[in-house]
């Protein structure tokens, strides 16, 4: 039986992205069923919800991992890079979600926050690189990852909650964005 590297790279791409999308669900799964204790976490269901929106659009666009026939192995690690990198980002943020804010410090959000921001902002390097590795240009969808991984990579530095509100909303508007584009 003759396996093409494609099919090998689009269902590991796939299984991840799967996993993280069944992740997600059942996190907004706790929060709605816990909306009584869910003051102060709005940012992080916001979060999720960008997360989710990030996994649809991997998914979606998986149709061109299939078009291209040959794949190098380090291609192929460059590829599910970007899904691990999106569930590592989504299961900090549910620890935070889950977290009880009554019985925490905010050292656990002040920590944990910051790393989340980066490896969002690693995510969209990685949209930028697949761009480079699918098309071997750059575009206007290239350019919005570009501009999700600056306000990403700032957010990791920002302490004060309504500016860190302003550029999730701008994230999220930016995200909705690209995945129309892409």
């Not at 659009?57 to 460059?78: A, K, P, Q």
């Not at 697949?130 to 098309?135: A, E, Q, W």
């Amino acid at each position: 039986m003759n396996v093409s590297t494609s099919l090998l790279v689009i269902l590991m791409f796939t299984s991840i992205v799967g996993i993280g999308i069944a992740n997600i669900l059942m996190a907004f799964a706790e929060h709605i069923s816990t909306l009584s204790k869910v003051r102060g976490r709005s940012l992080g269901a916001a979060w999720l919800l960008i997360i989710l929106l990030s996994y649809l659009g991997m998914f979606w666009n998986s149709t061109l991992i299939v078009e291209r026939e040959d794949w190098l192995y380090t291609e192929f690690l460059f590829v599910v890079l970007g899904p691990i990198l999106l569930l590592f980002s989504s299961s900090l943020m549910i620890r935070l979600l889950a977290r009880d804010p009554e019985n925490e410090s905010d050292d656990v959000s002040d920590h944990t926050l910051p790393r989340f921001f980066l490896i969002y902002a690693c995510v969209q390097g990685w949209f930028i690189g697949m761009d480079y590795i699918l098309f071997d240009m750059w575009s206007v969808a290239t350019t919005l990852s570009f501009a999700l991984l600056i306000a990403a990579a700032c957010l990791a530095f920002v302490k004060k909650q309504s500016v860190v509100w302003g550029f999730t909303a701008v994230i999220l508007t930016l995200s909705i964005i690209d995945i129309v584009l892409r």
